[in-house]
């Protein structure tokens, strides 16, 4: 069982609320050690762990979850690949507050990943797990239904022309937040050299206009404090950095 406090449990709705949130990258092996030190930097909301690039096990995966709870710091999971949405409710029951989706750009994707990010109604996501965030055997399974849809986080990552195109309809009820991958999205615009959009930044300042007003908020991967103020100003409310 993972748990963690109303604060970090509060992330969702002070991301639905426009807050500037920061979140740390963590190695999927990180250790106690690590966390602490990046905790106590008190600059970070969350941690980020990636599988697309990185190896892990999911015993690792309990692990460290349970260890950033310590800290009072939710962990974001990035699944291994776009097709491996159907896996995301066995990834949750290990212990990540959140989800994202790589290389997104079709609304049947973000359907099948809210599908299987949230419990009935909203979704299939299957009940079981004892590594839960903030699991207890003896919660009421509606009370941790509700608790759950208030509570996670789901990302639907922009790679690509095409996904920067299509956001405003990858934005469904459900995704609280499109992330932008920039290097992917890079080699898509080099191979599009006629498209109106030129650059990453254009791509980035296109969605938050198209997001503007709306529940789900654009996320950058900035990676240094220094560019922080550039992208703030662009309208993205959500950040990564490497700590």
């Known amino acids: 069982m993972t748990s963690i406090s109303a604060r970090a449990a509060s992330l969702k709705k002070r991301i639905h609320a426009g807050e500037t949130i920061i979140g740390a990258y963590a190695p ?3 250790d106690g050690e690590m966390l602490r030190a ?3 930097t008190g600059s970070y909301g ?5 599988s697309q690039h990185d190896a892990y096990d999911e015993s690792n995966l309990i692990r460290v979850c349970a260890l950033a709870a310590e800290f009072d710091m939710p962990v ?3 699944i291994k690949h776009t097709r ?5 409710g066995n990834v949750l ?3 990540p507050a959140g989800i994202e989706v790589p290389q997104v750009e079709t609304v049947e994707t973000v359907r099948e990943a809210v599908d299987n990010f949230y419990y009935a109604p909203e979704g299939v996501r299957s009940w079981g797990g004892v590594h839960r965030l903030n699991f207890h055997p003896e919660d009421d399974h509606r009370e941790y239904r509700r608790w759950w849809g208030e509570t996670g986080v789901l990302w639907m990552q922009i790679e690509s022309v095409a996904a920067v195109t299509a956001a405003r309809q990858l934005a469904q009820p459900g995704v609280d937040c499109l992330s932008f991958g920039p290097m992917d999205l890079t080699f898509s615009l080099e191979s599009h050299p006629h498209h109106p959009f030129k650059s990453v930044d254009d791509c980035v300042r296109h969605i938050c206009r198209q997001l503007q007003g709306s529940d789900t908020k654009v996320l950058f991967r900035n990676y240094t404090p220094e560019t922080r103020q550039k992208y703030l100003d662009m309208g993205v409310t959500v950040l990564l950095e490497r700590a």
């Open 76 to 78: 974001q999971f990035r």
């Open 93 to 95: 029951d290990l212990g």
């Open 46 to 50: 969350f941690l980020w762990i990636d």
């Open 84 to 88: 491996h949405t159907y896996l995301i």
């Open 28 to 30: 999927p092996d990180a």
């Open 38 to 40: 990046i905790a106590e």
